[in-house]
């Protein structure tokens, strides 16, 4: 399970999303009894460290 790093800067910035996905990650959240903020986050940073990089570029 991913962990959440605390006290961390942070900026404020609003993204549009689908209302399906949102729908999806407020249950994920509630269900792991985590903020959407903070599940947020860790999607994020475990897509970062896992994208894949195009060694071609």
């Known amino acids: 399970m991913w962990k959440i790093q ?3 800067e942070s900026v404020t910035k609003s993204f549009r999303l689908p209302i ?3 729908e999806e990650l407020d249950k994920l959240a509630y269900e792991n009894n985590l903020s959407l903020n903070q599940l947020v986050i860790q999607c994020l940073r475990y897509s970062l460290d896992n994208l894949e990089k195009d ?3």
């Open 20 to 22: 399906e996905l949102v």
């Open 6 to 8: 605390k006290g961390y």
């Open 55 to 57: 060694e071609d570029k």
